[in-house]
Structure formats: structure tokens, C-alpha cells
């Protein structure tokens, strides 16, 4: 019941979690769900943007009218913890725990090998918890379609999906032994095993366990009839009952927002910092959420959300014949592609139409079709509003006055003379904005293909959503023939410029894409008049299929590999597919990162004030207004480093820890602001007055070679002799490729808490880094203390790929240097938006080339170059510092070479062959790996104590940080002690327990400290060995217990490094490598298939885990990920909205990972080969493969020869490679003639 506060201000929040009530009497309405959650650390902070589903929760709630409780996938993120008055939410604590039992969904994901670092995990729990509460057995594409919302930058989505197929009602009771499993188009060697998990064990799902709806909930009406008032620091949240008491409010606050699904306005005022003193939530006025069917079409309250629209429509689907339903059918067809289920099941439409943003996906669709709103307002009363091309006014301007509320929209019926489509086009098909989107009707006179009206809305084209007006007007009367295309075309392309340099960028393919949309929908239109039996030319074969909607098969998968040798020992756990050391805590929500470290005593977060400004002097930084603001508690900057403000990840001191006198990069830290909480500290930062001297900065690789800005001399590699080859020659080309940067993207953003001791300078530092040595070393030179008062720990992180290897010593020194000052714990979580701009990337690339084809074409090999001379530089410029990836420089260096000499050739060459004498490889690797900075030393050290009971604590120099290194450590110790892997325990790494430890990086981590902790536990054993020899057949237990009594040391360290690696670049003489790994894909457009050599792998699932999300995240960077920044070096993606990552609707419907059987490594520990990075290079199959469709289609529009593809192969990038008479009309203006909005780094 809502109880009102004494002085009759506040209302009483009220809600359940996990079936415990909660009574909130001082709710913050800027607080968000997930930051209420704090304590239930299940729920994750990916984004704050509701685009990595990390904070999936499920919200339920009673529905009054159909009697029945609803269940739905909300971002936690996004929800203010003012909405959930009334209802129940439940996070992936409140289904199962470790200790009393895993739900069916978190078991069979853990055991399906479906969490690496764990961080999207429980997200991806609690959407599929959601599905299964509201559909027990759903099918495989209803399962599918589910994780729209979630993303995960490490397993490929793979296993996930295969743990999760176990529930769907096509899946048999025979498990993986089922004959639909079979996979017929893999070949499976005797000695190999193709089964990483027995689904036929599984605990049964049981709808009947699951927690129950609170019964209070159901009881009371009240929750549902309440009037609400929070009132927070700076906002206060209205929720009306009635119409009326909302238009009282409304026209008291003319300028106050109406909020309900939260999807606009907690974006802006998060990102863009707009500020809301009053919102009215409008989510229980019933006028708004009503769905009435009238004569003219179906109305839809304001507050109905987008999922509750798709389901009425597709209800109304069945009920109304099918003419009179082509705007249903197509803004059920639009929503399908509309963000995910956790923004759709909140969102509203009135939200979509009032935010007006030009990419809107439903405006287009609703000023197509002419929908009609009903709008009111206490003072100019109820009145209608058609949805036409003068709806709009302005950006983010309607005709639907600041006083006024959308009541209701209605969505018409068709006629059976008209015809409807929307289109969509976006980086990414799932969940993704539009690029250019559009909604088209047509009408025609009676039994005829005359056009009576035609209506055509575009989105992406300028600040509104467009009706090019005299377009429509011109075609009327006109027939619905080929000439009409070739018209309308002509008319669009006058009637919709687009300026070089618009907003967006892309021009050229966006204007390509109105004519595209169109000739879709005239094909469309004209293969359904036919059906209707209207004359009209048929549609040729060749385009039939621009009239299909996409449909994608369910994915199928198959995993091979070798089976351990029939006589090793049960509890040898090496070479078997071992489940993830953390999976179970990870699936619970219960595996702790950085930020679930609960609140210490008197602790600070720290907020960073981050140039704005990609290069510049720094006049003056006056912090006086942010140090007034509540909760702040000191401002500190380069003057407060007691020791080094510079370090260097390659070159010493080659950047400051707080930019003193000049910044170089947009997100350089300038100084920072402590605070008590998380977003004063943030809007603090925000309120520091920082004044420049700009200066002009230099931001793509070819302006730094125009400007000569390289970090040092050039690195060559030569091999042969290059004049002669070319003076052999018959044809020399010349041309340059370039690769673009990728985000690291890793779910857990940089994170930090740094704890001092009080005592003789003493700091614990606990840091997501893959680099614990260097993060103490760089710290105590900054507090200049000796590095033996610091420890660094690290329990795991959430997912790392070489963007934590040194970058996050940026944010961690910092923290060090606040804790020192001010005594008290300092933590740090970057927001994402921030660890973007700051943290730095992949390495975009440029390779320019000068080849000769008779010496490629006639080589033996296809990756042998006789004569080759490879030249390397490292580019200066004014971006963030870009940082070690997955692969380091080698897939850019890989690519280049394929793009130069072996596109031709494809991905054979791989199979089988002898790549040893490979210059190429070597010498492109070395070259790039040396521009990335590397310095990688390849040692590593373990700790292992076996204590009296004789279970054994493991301590290695690694981190995990998803790839499973601390399970296959386990693993090499059972082997080596020779006990089961359940006797062995990791807890965490820390410089106080292994020092002076290599970087978790460069896929050396279980070779370098594998063999370190083989060579530990020998060392243990050999001391063991008197008290083994005495008692032969005693356990384990009793020779540990007799060792102690016998005063024989059970701890010991272990210490490797690899032997004779390294390479001199004057003389060209060395071993870079230790051993090569080999692996080979073959990628049709549905299919991918990879052999992949990992010697005897160590753990399959493991392996098999890393090669798939190698590829995915390979994929990406081939295909997706494309790194915006404007000439001025301002970054434009900084987060999931506009950089989009592979999800789950990426992969390819067939993905199959054939391990290669036989191979033996004698360099690395029990003859195991590196994986975390080879396998991500075979993604460039995928590009190929797009390059060669492409050659086809060219092909068919006349063009042969040679063109150019950069990567990322963006949907951009191929539409304008796939040239035709529309691409055409949009020649690219020549470089240096316009601005572009952002540029190719
Ligand atoms: C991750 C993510 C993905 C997205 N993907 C897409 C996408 O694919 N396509 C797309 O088009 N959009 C997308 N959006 C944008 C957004 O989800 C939609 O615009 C959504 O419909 C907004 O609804 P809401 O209820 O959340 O609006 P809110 O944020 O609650 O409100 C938005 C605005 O509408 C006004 N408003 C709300 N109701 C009324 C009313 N009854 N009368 C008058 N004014 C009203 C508010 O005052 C406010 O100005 C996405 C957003 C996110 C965060
Ligand atoms: S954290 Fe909420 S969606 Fe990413
Ligand atoms: S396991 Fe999904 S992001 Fe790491």
C-alpha cells in the first residue's frame, strides 16, 4: 500500500525482489533499477544503455483485465526503480545458487561450456528464464530469437545456444545421440569424439518449482490504483491514475516528460545530460493502455508497449482477412527488427513517435499509412492529429504540442486496392537503428495498376522523417511499370539531397538505399498484383528474392575432437572437455568481479575529467564549481603525484598519468574528481572548466604519413631479392588495403578499487588487468614507494582480449594516486561510453603494396614469396592509444598479404600444409607485433601449496579471464600431482603470491604458466617421492599428512621461461616463435567450417570455446566493427548503439570445429598449442567469401577486374562494391573536396 511520508511529499515505493519485499521510503527517481540491485551482484553493468542485455532482469506483473501474470525481459539499466511500484522482480540470484541448487537454465548453460569470463552470463539466464516462464517448451527460432537484447564478446554464442536448444520442443530425449544431430556433412575420424556435453543427464525443467507470483501482488489492487510522488536530489516522478489527474499534471508541468518505458529519456539524460526536474509516468492511466478494434483499424493507447502492439497485431492477423492487414503485417515485420525484447517490452509507442528521431522505426511506417493520433491537453481538450508529411516540424519536433499527451494511436486497415511495406536497413540486422529506414504504401484505381495515391516516408535521410512530397505528386495517374521506377528514382535523387558530410556519414549509399527500398517494394507490389490477377509485367526470377522477408534456418553445429587415449586414467582430467573452472558461480550470479566488491568503509569514486579535445594545450583547469557540488570531496591532477607522472607501455615515459601542460587524444585524463557516490563524482568531472589552446591534430594513418608522424625509424624484413622479382615480372600492382581499428568490447568494463593499508605506505589494489605486474610496477613508481607495498590481485575479470593488458594501468594509477592522497578506497568503474573514448582499440591498418604477379602466381606455395620486402611503420597520431587485441598486428598483417597475393586461392592452402617455411607469416607477424609496441616477456612463475588435509591451493602468474586459463592449470597440476582436478583450487592472482609475472597475453598464457606449474608440482613430488616409496599404496591424503610429520616442505614455487625465442631485426636472424599453430576455415554464406590445430589440446571445450569466439569476434572486425571518429578526432561510437558487435543472429546457421587429430606439440606443456588468438584471422574466410559474392554480382552487372574492399566489409561497404544503376546515381565526391563526417583512421 502507498503510504504517503509525514509532510505528505513522497510516496512509499514498494516491490519485491526474488519474493522479498521491499519498502523504499526515499526513492531516487534518477536511480535505475540495477544501481538498486547494488547488493545482488548477479545483475551486471555492460552498457547502461540497454544494449548487452548484461543487466537483464525479468519484471512481473499482474494484469487486472486478463487475469494473469506477466512476465517480461527488462534491462535493469534503464528501468527506474520508480516504475517497479507494484511489481516483482526476480534476477538470476532468485532462480538458483550454487549452494541450494542451479535452476535447469543456469545448469545446462555451464554445462553446455556456455560461459567464458561469465559477465553476460546471468543476463543471458534471465532471458531465457523469461522465455521459459511464459512458453515452457518454445521452438528453436522462438529460443533464437530471444537474446536479441544480449550480448557476448566470448564464447560465439555457440554453445549457449546449444545448452539452451535442450528445452525447445524439437529437441529428443536421446540427447546428442538423437539422428537429427547427425550431422551428414561432417566426416568424423575414428578416435575422435564429437560430444563436449551429455544432455541426456540433464535435470528435468519444472515450471511447477519455479518462484511463485507474490500472492500480495495479485491480492492488492492498490498497487495498481496508487498516486504517486517521489520526490528525488533533482527530479520528481509523478504516477498519475486517471486521464484527468494527468492532465492536471501535465498542464501544471507543460515542459515535464512523460516517461515510461525509460528508452529515450534515460538516455538522455545519462549521455546527452539533458536535464528533467519533472516526469510523469503514465504507465496505469487506463486510457493509455487500452487497445480498442474501431471500424477504421486497431487504437493502441500511448503507454502500450511495442511487444504488446506485435502480439495484438499478429492476433489481429488471424482475425481480419489478409488485404485489409498489410500495415500489421509490416509493422509486425519492423518490430521484429526493432532493439531487442528487453527495450520492446517497456518501450512504448507514444515514446517512439514523441522522440521523433529521424532513424524512428515506426514513424515512417505510421506517415505512410496516415495513422491518426488523438491527443489531449487540459486546455485545448481532445483533438486529432494525422500522422503526414506535416507532422513533423523540426528535429525532434511534432505537431503534438508541449502541453498536449499522445492519448492514442490508431493503425488503419488496408483497402484491397492498397499495398504496404516497411524496410529497414542497419549495420547490424538484430537490434541495431537504422541506417536508412522507410515505410511505402501505394494505392491503385479499381482492378487496375494505375496509382492513385502513393506515400513514401524515409528515415536516415534528413532531421525528420522525410515525405519527398512532389514525388508523390508527379506519379499519380501513372502505371506501375519499369518506367515508373526509372522516374520516381530520377525524382528521389532531386527531390532527397544529402550534402557530402551530413550528419551520419555514408552518403552516397544512403541515398542508393531510397532507391533500393523502392524498387524492393515495386517488385513486391507488383508480384501481388499478379496474385490479385491485376495485368502487370511479371517479376523476373532474378529478383524474386528482393521479395522475400528474411528467414534464417535454426543454427546446427558440430564440435570434433580427439578422444583421450582409451587406457588414461579416469581422474586424469587433461585432454577431457572439463566444464569451466567458475562456470557454476558464473551462471549464479555469484562469481565476483571488480565491481561487486561490496561498498568499503569510507570509500570514494573517482571520476574522471577527460579532454575533450584530440590535441591541445591546456590553458587553465579551474575545478572550483565541480568542488562545491554535494557529495564532492577533492579534486586531484598531475600536482598530486607524489612520484612519475609518465609511463610507458613500450616506450619509457612516453605518456602522463595527468596531462600537465598539453593533451594528445580525446578521453586523455586531465585530472579527476572524488565523490561519494558514482554520479556525483561523474557530474563533478563534468563541472570542471577546462580552457584549450587547440592545435590541429592528426587523425587517420595517411595524414600521419603525410605529416611524417611515426612513433620511430621503420622495421624491415627482407627476404630474396626484390628488384630482381619485379624486373621478372610480367605484371606489377600497386594499390593499398586498409583495415580498420575494432573496440575491444569486452562486457566488464576498466575497473578499479584501490585500498590503503594506513601502514608503511602499504596499497591493495584490486584491478581488472591482465597485467598485474605492471599495474604495481607503474603505481609505486607514481607513489614512489617500492613495488613490494603494493599488491595487485586479481580474482577474474570480465573478459579482456589484450584491451586490459596495458590500458588499464590508465585508470588504475590513478585510483592509487587518489587512495594515497586522501587515505580512503577509491574505486572506479568506467561507464562505457567512457572506456570507449579512452581506452583505445585494435590498430586500424594500411598496407601499400607493390607486387609482382609472376612471382606470386608461380610459387610453389601460395604463402611462399620468394623475394619480399616488408616495411613497417607506427604511426603517430592524435587518437587514443590503441593497444594489444586478440592477435596482436598479425590478422592486419595477414589480411593485407591475402588481399595483396592470395585472394585467388582462398583459404586451401591451409589444409595440410607444411606453413613452417612461411616467410610471409613470420616476417608479417614479427613486423606488425613490433609496430604494436610489444614487449612481451615470455616467463611466468606458479605457487603451489599443498596443505595437511591435502587439497592444493594453485597460485600461476595468469589471469583468467574467460578463456579458462585457471581450469587448464588445474588440470596440468591433477596430471602432474596426480589427483583429481576437484582436490585443486584457484582463488586468485596476486603479485604478492607469484612476482614479477609476463602479461596474460599473446595466447602464451598456458604454455608459459602450465609449464610453471608442471614444474612446481614436480618439484613436489620428487619431495613427496620418499614418503610415496615407504607407503606405496597409500592415498594421497596420508603421504601429505606422513610429508608433514617428516618436516618436508609442501609449498613451492614453479618458474619457466621459453627457450631461444627472439628475433634481431638488423641481422633478420632469429626465432620470434616458439611453434606455429595451423588452422584452416572454409566459410560459404551459411556455412562455416574450421580445422584447427591446438596439438593434444589440453581441454576441447575449452578449445573449441576460444576458436569459436575467436571467429565471432573476427568477424566483427572483417565484417561489422567499424570505429567512428570525426576529422577533429572526436569519437562517435562509444557503445552498443552505434558499434556493433557480432550477436547471436551473426553466426552462421552451420558452425562446425573440427579439432585436427594427431597432432603433437613437443615444445609446450603436455604437448598442447596456443589458442586464445590463432583462430581469429580464419574469420577473414567470411570476408572472402563476401568479396567473391560480390565479384559475382559484379560480374552480372558487367564490371570484371580487380576492385577494392577495406575491411570491416560493412553493409555500406558492399552495397556501394555492389555497383548497379542506383548505387550510380551517387558518385563518391572526390577526397579533400567536402568534410566527412567521420574518417577511415
Ligand atoms: C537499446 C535501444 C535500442 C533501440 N532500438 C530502437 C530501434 O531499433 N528503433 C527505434 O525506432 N527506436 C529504438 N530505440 C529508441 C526507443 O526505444 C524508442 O523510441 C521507444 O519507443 C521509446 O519509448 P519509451 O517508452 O521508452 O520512451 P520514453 O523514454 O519513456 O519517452 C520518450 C519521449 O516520449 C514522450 N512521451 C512518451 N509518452 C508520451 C505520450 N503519451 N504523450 C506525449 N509524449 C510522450 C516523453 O515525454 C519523451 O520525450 C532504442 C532505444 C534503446 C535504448
Ligand atoms: S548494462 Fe543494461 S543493457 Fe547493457
Ligand atoms: S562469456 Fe559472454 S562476454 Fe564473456
Not at 569451466?580 to 573517482?606: R, T
Not at 601460395?862 to 592509444?881: L, Q
Amino acid at each position: 500500500m502507498s503510504v504517503e511520508n509525514p509532510d505528505g511529499t513522497s510516496s512509499e515505493l514498494v516491490f519485491f525482489v526474488n519474493g522479498k519485499k521491499v519498502l523504499e521510503k526515499h526513492a531516487e527517481p534518477e536511480t535505475t533499477l540495477l544501481q538498486y540491485l547494488l547488493g545482488l551482484p548477479g545483475t551486471k553493468l555492460g552498457c547502461g544503455e540497454g544494449g548487452c542485455g548484461a543487466c537483464t532482469v525479468m519484471v512481473s506483473r499482474y494484469d487486472r483485465e486478463a487475469q494473469t501474470v506477466r512476465h517480461f525481459s527488462v534491462n535493469a539499466c534503464l528501468a527506474p526503480v520508480c516504475s517497479m511500484h507494484g511489481m516483482a522482480v526476480t534476477t538470476v540470484e532468485g532462480i538458483g545458487s550454487v549452494k541450494h541448487g542451479l535452476h535447469p537454465v543456469q545448469e545446462r548453460l555451464a554445462a553446455s561450456h556456455g560461459s567464458q569470463c561469465g559477465f553476460c552470463t546471468p543476463g543471458i539466464i534471465m532471458s531465457m528464464y523469461t522465455l521459459l516462464r511464459n512458453n515452457p517448451q518454445p521452438s528453436i527460432a522462438t529460443m533464437e530469437k530471444a537474446f536479441e537484447g544480449n550480448l557476448c564478446r566470448c564464447t560465439g554464442y555457440r554453445p549457449i545456444l546449444d545448452g539452451f536448444r535442450t528445452f525447445t520442443k524439437e529437441y529428443c530425449q536421446m540427447g546428442e545421440n538423437c539422428c537429427r544431430n547427425k550431422n551428414n556433412n561432417q566426416k568424423q575420424e575414428e578416435g575422435t569424439a564429437s560430444r563436449l556435453v551429455n544432455g541426456v543427464d540433464y535435470v528435468p525443467l519444472d515450471p511447477s518449482q519455479d518462484p511463485i507470483f507474490p500472492p500480495e501482488l495479485r491480492n492488492t489492487e492498490q498497487y495498481d490504483r496508487d498516486y504517486l510522488v517521489y520526490r528525488g536530489e533533482r527530479v520528481t516522478w509523478y504516477r498519475p491514475h486517471t486521464l484527468a489527474e494527468l492532465l492536471d499534471l501535465k498542464s501544471q508541468f507543460p515542459d515535464a516528460k512523460l516517461v515510461i518505458g525509460n528508452t529515450e529519456i534515460g538516455i538522455e539524460m545519462k549521455f546527452k545530460k539533458m536535464k528533467y526536474p519533472v516526469l510523469i509516468n503514465p504507465s496505469h492511466v487506463p486510457e493509455l493502455v487500452k487497445v480498442e478494434h474501431t471500424e477504421a483499424g486497431i487504437r493502441f493507447g500511448g503507454s502500450v508497449t511495442l511487444s504488446r502492439i506485435d502480439e495484438e497485431l499478429k492476433l489481429a492477423l488471424e482475425k481480419y482477412p489478409d488485404q485489409q492487414t498489410r500495415v500489421f503485417t509490416a509493422v509486425i515485420e519492423m518490430l521484429r527488427w526493432f532493439a531487442g525484447y528487453q527495450i520492446r517490452n517497456v518501450a512504448a509507442v507514444a515514446g517512439n513517435i514523441i522522440t521523433a528521431s529521424p532513424i524512428s522505426d515506426l514513424n515512417p511506417l505510421f506517415l505512410a499509412c496516415g495513422a491518426m493520433l488523438q491527443v489531449h491537453s487540459k486546455e485545448r481538450g481532445l483533438r486529432e492529429v494525422q500522422m503526414n508529411e506535416k507532422f513533423f516540424l523540426g528535429y525532434r519536433r511534432t505537431a503534438v504540442n508541449q502541453d498536449e499527451i499522445v492519448l492514442n494511436i490508431t493503425l488503419p486497415f488496408t483497402a484491397k486496392t492498397k499495398y504496404f511495406a516497411g524496410y529497414k536497413q542497419a549495420y547490424r540486422r538484430e537490434d541495431d537503428i537504422a541506417t536508412v529506414n522507410a515505410g511505402m504504401l501505394v494505392e491503385f484505381e479499381d482492378n487496375s495498376n494505375v496509382i492513385k495515391e502513393l506515400s513514401l516516408a524515409y528515415g536516415g535521410m534528413a532531421i525528420t522523417t522525410v515525405m519527398p512530397t512532389r514525388t508523390l505528386t508527379e506519379v499519380v495517374g501513372r502505371h506501375w511499370d519499369d518506367r515508373l521506377v526509372d522516374d520516381v528514382c530520377r525524382l528521389l535523387t532531386e527531390e532527397m539531397p544529402l550534402a557530402a558530410g551530413s550528419p551520419g556519414g555514408m552518403v552516397e549509399y544512403r541515398r542508393s538505399l531510397t532507391l533500393s527500398f523502392f524498387f524492393k517494394f515495386y517488385l513486391t507490389v507488383q508480384q501481388q498484383l499478379q496474385t490479385m490477377h491485376i495485368p502487370t509485367s511479371k517479376v523476373p526470377s532474378y529478383f524474386q528474392s528482393a521479395t522475400t522477408l528474411f528467414h534464417k534456418d535454426p543454427s546446427r553445429s558440430s564440435q570434433i575432437f580427439q578422444e583421450v587415449a582409451p587406457g588414461q586414467l579416469q581422474q586424469d582430467p587433461v585432454g577431457r572437455p572439463l566444464g569451466h573452472f567458475s562456470a557454476a558461480k558464473q551462471v549464479a550470479g555469484e562469481a565476483i568481479y571488480i565491481d561487486d566488491i561490496p561498498k568499503m568503509h569510507n570509500e570514494l569514486y573517482i571520476g574522471f575529467v577527460m579532454s575533450n579535445k584530440a590535441y591541445a594545450n591546456i590553458i587553465s583547469v579551474d575545478p572550483s564549481a565541480a568542488l562545491a557540488m554535494p557529495g564532492v570531496v577533492d579534486y586531484i591532477c598531475h600536482k598530486d603525484v607524489p612520484g612519475h607522472n609518465s609511463w610507458g607501455a613500450a616506450v619509457q615515459d612516453d605518456e602522463e598519468i595527468f596531462a600537465s601542460k598539453q593533451v594528445l587524444t580525446q578521453g586523455q585524463i586531465i585530472g579527476a574528481i572524488l565523490a561519494e557516490t558514482q554520479a556525483q563524482a561523474q557530474r563533478a568531472a563534468d563541472s570542471v572548466k577546462v580552457e584549450y589552446e587547440e592545435l590541429e591534430p592528426v587523425i587517420t594513418i595517411k595524414e600521419a604519413i603525410k605529416a611524417g608522424s611515426y612513433h620511430r625509424p621503420p622495421n624491415s624484413i627482407s627476404c630474396g631479392d626484390v628488384e630482381a622479382g619485379f624486373q621478372q615480372a610480367d605484371h606489377v600492382l600497386e594499390g593499398e588495403s586498409h583495415m580498420g581499428g575494432q573496440e575491444h568490447f569486452y562486457l566488464e568494463d576498466h575497473a578499479t578499487l584501490a585500498v590503503p593499508r594506513g601502514e608503511d605506505g602499504e596499497m591493495e589494489m584490486f584491478v581488472a588487468t591482465q597485467n598485474p605486474s605492471e599495474t604495481q610496477h607503474v603505481a609505486a613508481e607514481a607513489l614512489d614507494i617500492p613495488a613490494n607495498r603494493i599488491v595487485v590481485r586479481v580474482k577474474r575479470l570480465g573478459g579482456g582480449f589484450g584491451g586490459k593488458e596495458t590500458r588499464s594501468i590508465v585508470f588504475s594509477t590513478p585510483c592509487a594516486i587518489a587512495a594515497n592522497k586522501l587515505g580512503r578506497p577509491v574505486r572506479v568503474m568506467l561507464d562505457r561510453d567512457e572506456d570507449m573514448v579512452m581506452s583505445g582499440g585494435r590498430h586500424p591498418f594500411l598496407a601499400r603494396y607493390k607486387v609482382m604477379d609472376r612471382a606470386l602466381f608461380h610459387s610453389d606455395n601460395a604463402y611462399k614469396i620468394p623475394n619480399m620486402k616488408v616495411t613497417g611503420y607506427v604511426c603517430k597520431t592524435n587518437t587514443p592509444s590503441n593497444t594489444a587485441f586478440r592477435g596482436f598486428g598479425g590478422p592486419q598483417g595477414m589480411m593485407m598479404i591475402r588481399e595483396l597475393n592470395l585472394y585467388q586461392e582462398g583459404d586451401r592452402t591451409h589444409f595440410g600444409q607444411e606453413l613452417s617455411p612461411c616467410f610471409i607469416q613470420k616476417c608479417f607477424d614479427e613486423c606488425v607485433k613490433q609496430s604494436d609496441f610489444l614487449r612481451r616477456k615470455t616467463e611466468a612463475g606458479s605457487l603451489v601449496h599443498i596443505y595437511q588435509d591435502g587439497s592444493v591451493l594453485l597460485t600461476h602468474g595468469g589471469v583468467e579471464m574467460g578463456q579458462g586459463l585457471h581450469t587448464k592449470m588445474i588440470q596440468v597440476a591433477s596430471r602432474a600431482l596426480g589427483i583429481p582436478a576437484s582436490k585443486i583450487h584457484i582463488s586468485e592472482t596476486g603479485t604478492n603470491t607469484v612476482p614479477n609475472t609476463s602479461a596474460t597475453a599473446a595466447s602464451a598464457s598456458s604454455d608459459l604458466n602450465g609449464m610453471a606449474v608442471m614444474n612446481a608440482c614436480k618439484t613436489l613430488l620428487e619431495r613427496l617421492e620418499p614418503v610415496m616409496r615407504d607407503n606405496p599404496k597409500g592415498t594421497w591424503e596420508e603421504w601429505v599428512k606422513a610429508a608433514y610429520f617428516r618436516r618436508i616442505g609442501l609449498s613451492t614455487t614453479g618458474f619457466y621461461k621459453t627457450p631461444g625465442i627472439g628475433f634481431d631485426f638488423e641481422s633478420g636472424k632469429g626465432k620470434p616463435f616458439n611453434y606455429f599453430s595451423y588452422g584452416a576455415a572454409c566459410s560459404e554464406v551459411l556455412r562455416t567450417d574450421i580445422v584447427f590445430d591446438v596439438g593434444l589440446s589440453l581441454n576441447p571445450a575449452i578449445d573449441i570455446g576460444q576458436i569459436e569466439g575467436a571467429f565471432t569476434q573476427g568477424y566483427g572486425l572483417m565484417m561489422m566493427e567499424q570505429v567512428k571518429m570525426s576529422p577533429k578526432g572526436f569519437m562517435f561510437t562509444r557503445g552498443p548503439g552505434n558499434y556493433k558487435i557480432p550477436g547471436f543472429g551473426d553466426i552462421p546457421v552451420e558452425f562446425n570445429v573440427t579439432l585436427l587429430k594427431g597432432s603433437v606439440n613437443e615444445k609446450a606443456v603436455y604437448s598442447s598449442k596456443a589458442i586464445g588468438e590463432p583462430p581469429l584471422f580464419l574469420s577473414s574466410s567470411v570476408f572472402f567469401a563476401a568479396k567473391e559474392a560480390i565479384s559475382a554480382a559484379r560480374a552480372d552487372a558487367g564490371l570484371h577486374g580487380n576492385f577494392r574492399l577495406d575491411s570491416p566489409a560493412t553493409p555500406e561497404r558492399i552495397r556501394m562494391a555492389c555497383e548497379d544503376q542506383f548505387t550510380q546515381r551517387f558518385p563518391k565526391p572526390e577526397e579533400g573536396t567536402y568534410t566527412p563526417w567521420f574518417v577511415d583512421l
